[in-house]
């Protein structure tokens, strides 16, 4: 049995979030509504007693179901409904087990936290709030007790405006007859550049030259031992010291 002497040194040791809770009233109003709703008696240790022991650290959130089977004697629907309404209210508590089961989180968690508090600006009771100052208006100028009419404008009318004439734009006319084209010219046409028609000539050096049809100075082969003798020179060779 836990004693109330274990519950105050678990109450020493928790963070802020964890005693607000433990001490809120807003925990004591739920409580006594989940006890009115399923008629849940009052007794040496109870629906009280279990879910202050879980927010202390003395159980794990998990089990609280079964603790409630056990120790209050309700049924599992029952416990599971409990535990749903208490869910939001067991925030700080979920909190601290996350943190200890990553203890290097926590750690982390500790550290943002002391920085921002150290970083808040801290004010005292001598220092004033700096006020806005004061936008200051103008007083607006004095009107004078009689002012002149002003003249209506004038609208000019479409005879008051000077028209300019303009000489009109010629349109031409089609001619009257159109000559036909004499029969001799009509098939005086002079003949496209076909692929086809580079096809069929000799490519390679001087491909689009004219070629003749004249094939009698044309040597087409010649034996290998023609090709190998030799030719008289062109020149004679000149000889070095002489």
Known sequence: MITNSQRLEKLKNSNDQVAELYGSLGLARTIGSIRSQYNLAVADYDIVDVIGD??????????????????????????????????????PVLEREAAEADPKKASLKALQQQFGQRNKPVTTSNEVAPTAPTPQINPAPSTPATAAPTPAATVPTPQSIPTTSKPPIPIPTAPASVEPVPEAERHNVTKMRTMAADMSRVHGYGAFRQTTTDESNVIKSAPQDTLLQSRSPLTNTPKVGE
């Open 54 to 91: 879980t927010i202390l650290g003395f159980y794990h959130t998990k089990d609280l179901p079964v603790l409630l089977q056990q120790q209050v004697g309700v049924s599992a629907t029952i416990a599971n409904q409990i535990v749903t309404e208490l869910a939001e209210l067991l925030g």
